[in-house]
């Protein structure tokens, strides 16, 4: 081998070295930019309720939300949803199809990270008798990465309640179900109604789950479907159901 192929060899190792490390570099940048982004927001958004909990005259969500302010950076907002010790403290959009917010934040600006958003099917207000979130699996266990921790019996119950906050009404989610399944499951049926076929499809979902938990399921409640990215099969999504509990609050807020 001549010295100009062995130099020409080197030369091609050291692009595919250098534009390696510059993706590397960049993926990290956007981790981060992501993770300060939704700091700031919660930073600039929330903070912690100053109703005491708990308190004898009712349940009140542990953070409020300043949805006057948000609505007006993004009309699209619905909700927040917030879990205590973890990372899970985003807004929820809701846009005209599914495809924007998968790729774009509360700005409207592109991010890898996306937003947490509801399903276009479903109506704003969470009063579907159950309703559908996404959220990416991001490499950094943002946005909805952590759900998958709930496969462990040991998570759930150190952590077995959520929140979802709106400007009309505050919601404790009692976990009740998590597990793996397909992206083209029925799991992602949306009713109209509550019912039998209804009734049916919450008993189906709760025999599913990773993890055993004690929350009765009243047809007539409000339930909550988180959705997730996962790695074990091609196309398949961890997700996590919720039964929407109203409290005492709206944007964390005691109701007059």
Known sequence: MNKWVKRAIFIVLLVVFFGSTGYIGYSMWQYRANEQFYIQMADQYTQPSSVPEPKENGVYAPITVDFEALKQKNPDVTGWIYCEDSVINYPILKGEDNDFYLHHNIDGEYSKAGSIFMDTENTSGFGDPNTVLYGHHMKDKSMFASIEYWAEQAYYEGHPVMWILTPEQDY????????????????????????????????????????????SLEGDAHYVLLSTCAYSFEDARYVLHGKLVPVDSAGGRALQ
């Open 172 to 215: 404790r989610v009692d976990l009740f179900s998590g597990y793996t399944i397909s992206a083209f499951s029925d799991t992602y049926r949306i009713f109209p109604e509550a019912g039998e076929e209804f009734n049916a499809y919450l008993t189906d979902m709760a025999s599913r789950s990773d993890f055993q938990a004690e929350v």
